[in-house]
């Protein structure tokens, strides 16, 4: 595909000409609301981008065109060319940082500059998992906040309430809400899993398994089961309750109960004297 004003070749599923910054017409439907690259690589206003190294390990690489920026999460960067500047800043001012850190999140943003000529920037997220490469087309979406990787310094990103009861269960206080166009990066703990809702259809996702969903579905948080004895008994906590149409995107590994699995095995500290270690190996 070639861009209608310059003639530049566009990788197949881009939005923008990479060179001119010409808008592509939206690709026919899929079935999907969320378009992902299914390939893991396309071009946006002034960068290009590939995920490597799917699904258990991926690296996003993005190649920026001089004076070029991108956004990330604090501490997302793997490597940069030696040309490009790093800038961190509290997005949304003293009141958005503020709101990130409470939901978890670093109070900063980065953003990564190419000064004087092209430059690379590679990123990934702390825990072993997959990146998607989402194209949003003037769209709306909820990111659990842990799952923002980086995304077109174009986008909207603010940081929204997740309820009370969430706050009660000491989970999902706050959830990012991204609105524009362009590249959107989420990362997932594990695989991710696409649900698509029919208009009226209801569907339950334990937050901890929660990477982003469309802004057009409608979502409750409540406990897992009725009562506050078998919500315990049964293991899950606070769960999310979507009502169609939309699509959700789910990552098939929890890392709040990974933590908890392994917890026992970790050292503790004990009121006694010597070195203070004790391991429970489970027996």
């Not at 939005?15 to 808008?23: I, K, L, Q, V």
């Not at 690259?37 to 981008?49: E, H, L, P």
């Not at 989420?186 to 899993?193: E, L």
């Amino acid at each position: 595909m070639n861009c209608p004003s310059c003639g530049a070749e566009i990788a197949a599923g881009g939005t923008f000409c990479g060179r001119c910054g010409t808008r592509m017409e939206a690709a026919p439907a899929s079935g999907h609301s969320i378009n992902i690259d299914a390939d893991g690589q396309g071009m946006g206003r002034g960068y290009s981008y590939q995920i490597e190294h799917q699904p258990a390990f991926s690296l996003a690489i993005l190649k920026l065109q001089a004076e070029q920026s991108i956004m990330a999460e604090a501490g997302a960067m793997v490597s940069m060319s030696a040309n490009v500047e790093l800038q961190s800043q509290m997005k949304g001012g003293l009141l958005g940082a503020l709101k990130r850190a409470a939901g978890g999140e670093s109070a900063f943003v980065s953003t990564f500059t190419a000064r004087g000529g092209p430059g690379e920037v590679t990123l990934a997220p702390g825990a072993p998992g997959d990146i998607a490469a989402i194209e949003m087309r003037n769209q709306t979406f909820f990111v659990q906040s842990s799952s923002y990787l980086a995304g077109d310094a174009s986008l909207v990103v603010d940081t929204k309430w997740g309820g009370a009861k969430s706050f009660f269960a000491g989970e999902g206080l706050f959830v990012l809400m991204v609105q524009g166009q362009g590249l959107l990066l989420v990362s997932s703990f594990g695989a991710i899993h696409r649900k698509t809702l029919q208009p009226g259809e209801r569907y339950v996702v334990d937050t901890g398994h929660l990477v982003a969903w469309e802004g057009t579905t409608q979502y409750t948080l409540r406990k897992a089961a009725a009562g506050f004895f078998r919500s315990m008994v049964s293991g899950e906590g606070i769960v999310a309750e979507f009502t169609g149409p939309g699509e959700l995107l789910v990552q098939t590994r929890n890392l709040a109960a990974l933590a908890g699995l392994l917890k026992p095995f970790f050292p503790s500290q004990s009121g006694s004297g010597g070195s203070g270690f004790s391991i429970n190996l489970g027996g």
